[in-house]
């Protein structure tokens, strides 16, 4: 049995006429978010976990559908530009579903294992964005969307267009290895829960909890009238948040093995029919 999918599948793969058009891929590597609850130029650093396919439409274009796991957080305490007195933090677990066009430099013949060994792209899309901010308080998690900190009501999902750049870097016949960065436009300022510029008068919240969490300036030292007067520093409603994604993916070209497993098919099919 062993034998025959090794002999069946490089049969299958080289004689084949037609092109490939489906490619498997995977990938992990870094998120970072631009927005209210970091210092401008300022990286933050921490994880994403995508998976997808791609389907080849013409010899440098593919569609590009994918879902991502991806991680966002900050902190004022680590600002150098004077938010630190303003004391507010959010981390999120996000889920996005996305889709794109890819366009290659190079063409990708239909025998796509005579591809370049290096083929850099550009590509554009849309995707659909599941964020839900939290923050700690005295050691306990609390989801700030339902809490309205900020008086407002938003949702927990958002358009985004994801566009960028990446090489992929032929390894084997059947495996690429990509480098990719991925710049996501959001359509919300709440990604960190943060965006009016002025705070919520205390006495608007009937929930304690969401009146601590929507001015956490108290817990940073800072003057009570400073907390209680509106200011004009708690966010930039003017300005969208959005996160960049910096990814290492594996692609693999899958018809090649339902080839070989048609072609496996076939030769035990005659195998049984000599015995006989």
Do not use: C
């Not at 970072?32 to 609850?37: K, L, P």
């Not at 013409?58 to 991680?71: S, V």
Request: net charge positive; charged share 20%; aromatic share 16%.
């Amino acid at each position: 049995m062993v034998m025959l999918i090794f002999e069946a599948f490089p049969q299958a793969y080289y004689n084949r006429k037609g092109g490939q058009k489906w490619v498997l891929q995977a990938g992990t590597g870094t998120a970072s978010y631009f927005g209210d609850v970091v210092d401008d130029y300022v990286l933050t650093i921490n994880g994403n976990f995508t998976a997808g396919a791609l389907y080849k439409v013409h010899n440098r274009i593919y569609l590009d559908g994918d879902i991502t796991w991806f991680r966002l957080a900050a902190e004022d305490v680590k600002s150098t530009e004077g938010k630190a007195l303003r004391g507010l933090s959010f981390f999120s677990n996000n889920y996005q579903l996305s889709t794109s066009v890819q366009v290659s430099l190079f063409e990708e013949p239909a025998r796509f294992y005579l591809r370049k060994f290096m083929n850099p792209y550009i590509f554009a899309g849309i995707a659909l964005l599941y964020y839900n901010p939290k923050a700690e308080y005295e050691g306990q998690t609390y989801a700030l969307r339902p809490l309205q900190t900020e008086g407002v009501s938003y949702s927990a999902f958002t358009a985004a267009i994801p566009m960028g750049i990446g090489v992929k870097i032929k390894v084997n016949a059947f495996f690429n290895v990509v480098l990719e960065g991925r710049f996501n436009y959001t359509f919300t300022d709440y990604l960190d829960d943060v965006s009016s510029g002025i705070y919520p008068d205390p006495s608007s919240f009937t929930d304690p909890i969401a009146m601590l969490l929507s001015d956490r300036s108290r817990e940073t030292g800072a003057d009570p009238i400073f907390s209680l007067e509106p200011r004009d520093v708690r966010g930039n409603p003017n300005k969208k948040d959005n996160y960049l994604l910096a990814l290492v993916k594996v692609q693999y070209y899958l018809s090649p093995f339902n080839d070989a497993y048609r072609a496996m098919k076939s030769r035990i099919k005659k195998n049984r029919r000599r015995r006989r």
